[in-house]
């Protein structure tokens, strides 16, 4: 989006603008009605007439767009701050404010959320074989398909590189529940990483290593529960790649 704020030149312009035609229709007015009035009370009229009229206009034609493109470069460098340029995802800053929320409400609501931390298979030969621009393209369409794969209140997100979250929020009160429900979510996160993709007419194939933290069970910082779920992740890609494990406190 490209916002147009006004130039000093066009703010200058426009309230002479203005202040001319507002002058310009009040003194032919007062010249036009033939009131018998001294000096002074025609120039606190004038100035009450050109106050009157002049007012409404530069609040529209200056002070509103000024405003608005104001309310509207404050909208992008927030959307800029949270987000991930190249997939438009969450990025780090708002995985971790948006995970110590849904951690704060697991735990208030006693309703289980889960943590998935996602890192790519095999995403390396992508750019080795087909160069970055193939594997931007991998990134941007693995966000897209993660994005469209869960609820509007889950909140997927890319924590740099090749590596993925997805947080789900109130998923079971019961843990075992949540666990199967948590390890279903990854599994239908693998099947999306798992399908084909094209490039530029070539099929590049990639696939997902999940690590998952129950959200809920104990209380956690984001920091803390991403450690975990990167822990169950590291289990994940060492147990041969392509499969979802679940964090577990006798780990520790
Ligand atoms: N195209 C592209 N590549 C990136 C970006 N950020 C990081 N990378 C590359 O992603 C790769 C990630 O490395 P790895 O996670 O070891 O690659 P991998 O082949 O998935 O390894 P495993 O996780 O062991 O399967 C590195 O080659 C980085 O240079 C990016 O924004 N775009």
Request: charged letters at 25%; hydrophobic letters at 50%.
């Amino acid at each position: 989006m490209i916002i147009e704020l006004l130039s000093t030149k066009q703010v200058i312009i426009r309230i002479a603008a203005i202040i001319a035609s507002a002058e310009f229709l009040i003194m032919l007015v007062l010249r036009i009605v033939p009131f018998e009035m001294n000096a002074i009370a025609e120039a606190v009229l004038d100035v009450m007439l050109l106050a009157t009229l002049s007012t409404p206009a530069v609040y529209l034609w200056v002070i509103k767009p000024f405003v608005n493109a104001r309310d509207d470069a404050l909208g992008q460098i927030s959307h800029l701050a949270f987000t991930d340029a190249l997939t438009q995802l969450a990025n780090r800053r708002h995985v971790l404010k948006h995970l110590e929320r849904v951690l704060a409400s697991s735990v208030r609501h006693k309703i289980f959320g889960a943590l998935l931390v996602i890192d790519l298979d095999g995403f390396k030969r992508v750019n080795d074989d087909f160069g970055h621009d193939a594997g931007d393209a991998v990134l941007v369409e693995i966000a897209t398909r993660f994005r469209s794969s869960i609820r509007t209140e889950d909140v997927a997100g890319r924590m740099g590189g090749d590596e993925f979250v997805v947080m789900v929020d109130h998923l079971d009160v019961d843990e075992p529940q949540a666990k199967d429900k948590s390890l279903r979510i990854a599994e239908k996160l693998i099947n999306l990483a798992n399908r084909p993709f094209d490039f530029n007419g070539h099929v590049l194939h990639v696939g997902a290593s999940i690590g998952i933290c129950l959200l809920g069970s104990e209380r956690l910082d984001a920091v803390e529960a991403l450690n975990k779920a990167d822990m169950a992740m590291y289990r994940a890609k060492k147990s041969g790649k392509g499969c979802a494990v679940l964090y577990d406190k006798s780990w520790e």
